[in-house]
């Protein structure tokens, strides 16, 4: 069989646009080699996509594929396997909370030699920023830092004070990526309200991301990353600041505090969900500079129901994006952009992203026309639940390629474990 494949007859979605060209992949090297208006198969393997869209794989920035801190909800396997069923091809794993926290240079190396065994998809693992590890943390040669200014009843927390002398310590040019939500806000709301998305409100998120945004600024030409914004306000604080970018999830835009009623403690997360006026306002918001992370956060439902947060998403990401195309809520260069090219470019996945010559041959085969609904069953997550499980959305991912080999037939995930590869 040839190594090289041509996919004849499609239309190539960019951020620029949406044409019709032939794509010529070397399978072996993995790379796109020629883009033209057409290109003689000869000698190739080709791959009919008339009547149907190539996209860029999805780049998610932010997963947490709680391998190996507990594997009993997903691990990279799992979690990567969703990820192509979605059509997702590269993730940026979150760090552990705990057994160990990647907090740590040993459990950050420990963690990456188990992602290279098992993981389908590429990826690149995220270092977690503690009160105390600002010097390990600077020379830990990740991508990326998170930290959470939030309570996680672990080591993966920080006070505005550490966070600041992180800001100082990492990289300058390498993202700190933010959960903002402000502690003393929820501690003062806990005792009047009951209810989790009261407790912890909008103004929370608001006041934990200013005062991110004002202690980067501090720093000199720091690299910010807002993580999961839920508010417009948010987004705003965000366009203002130089050296800044942001994600939202898609769950925030496709479900509101109505939609409790129905998932009930499924639903809980956090940020929790806002209200259908915030919701709409958050998909106004939406432009160029907008980046789409899952922030897929598995928990099993017998763990949701004794109160855990966070919803998984990574299979579920591009499918919903993919929807609001179909509902001309975006374009389908704008989705590109915000799925694959932002991600990319903000990460240093310089051969991710977009279908270009001489970047990596991750490809997404789609039918927009097609109709499909979301079940847990074929979104393949090992939590075995998705808050989304019923509805209907149009475009169906046909097929999946990673690096020019076939990943996901649009009914089983072929790649296998340690098919992913580490970005550097
Ligand atoms: O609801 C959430 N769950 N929000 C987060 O930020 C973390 C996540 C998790 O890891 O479960
Ligand atoms: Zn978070
Ligand atoms: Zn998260």
Same mark, same amino acid.
């Given at each position: 069989?040839?190594? @090289?494949?041509? @996919? ?19 399978? !072996? ?5 020629? /883009? ?77 030699? /188990? ?49 600041? $002398?992180?800001?100082?310590? @990492? ?51 720091? $690299? ?15 366009? !203002? ?43 106004? !918001? ?43 809520? /975006? ?39 097609? !109709? ?53």
């Amino acid at each position: 069989m040839s190594q @090289f494949l041509v @996919f004849k007859g499609g239309k190539i979605v960019t951020p620029q646009g949406v044409r019709r060209a032939d794509v010529l992949v070397d399978s !072996k090297s993995g790379k796109v080699l020629r /883009i033209s208006s057409h290109i003689l198969s000869k000698g190739a393997r080709a791959i009919n996509c008339a009547g149907l869209l190539l996209l860029p794989g999805a780049v998610d920035p932010h997963v947490h594929l709680r391998d190996p801190e507990d594997t009993s909800k997903e691990d990279f396997s799992t979690g990567t396997a969703s990820a192509l069923a979605g059509g997702v091809t590269t993730v940026i794993d979150m760090p552990c909370y705990r057994n160990p926290a990647t907090t740590s240079l040993s459990a950050y190396n420990r963690k990456r030699a /188990i992602a290279k065994k098992k993981c389908r998809c590429d990826y690149q693992i995220r270092f977690g920023a503690s009160e105390k590890n600002q010097r390990e943390a600077a020379k830990c040669g990740a991508h990326s830092l998170k930290i959470f200014l939030t309570d996680t009843n672990s080591e993966l927390s920080c006070s505005y004070a550490a966070a600041a $002398r992180h800001f100082a310590a @990492f990289p300058k040019e390498k993202p700190i990526c933010i959960h903002a939500e402000d502690n003393a806000r929820i501690a003062e709301r806990k005792l009047r309200y009951f209810e989790h998305e009261k407790v912890r409100d909008k103004v929370a998120a608001q006041i934990a991301c200013q005062k991110a945004l004002k202690l980067a600024a501090r720093a000199g030409k720091r $690299r910010i990353h807002m993580c999961h914004l839920t508010t417009g306000k948010e987004v705003d604080m965000c366009r !203002k600041h130089p050296n800044a970018t942001y994600e939202i999830n898609p769950a925030h835009l496709h479900l509101c505090i109505d939609d409790l009623v129905d998932l009930g403690f499924l639903g809980k997360v956090n940020p929790p969900l806002r209200d259908r006026t915030e919701m709409t306002r958050l998909w106004r !918001k939406i432009g160029d500079d907008t980046m789409m992370a899952s922030d897929h956060a598995p928990h099993l439902p017998g763990q949701k129901k004794f109160g855990a947060s966070g919803l998984p998403g990574v299979g579920t990401l591009l499918p919903l994006m993919l929807q609001a195309v179909h509902a001309r809520k /975006i374009t389908l260069p704008r989705l590109a952009r915000i799925c694959s090219y932002n991600a990319a470019q903000a990460f240093s996945l310089s051969s991710k992203g977009e279908i270009a010559e001489g970047k990596d041959a991750d490809i997404v085969l789609v039918d927009l026309h097609k !109709k499909w609904r979301i079940s847990a069953k074929n979104r393949l997550s090992k939590c075995k639940w998705t808050p989304f499980e019923g509805t209907e959305v149009h475009g169906k991912i046909e097929e999946v390629y990673l690096r020019g080999k076939l990943a996901y037939d649009g009914k089983k995930v072929l790649a296998k474990k340690g098919a992913g590869k580490e970005v550097k």
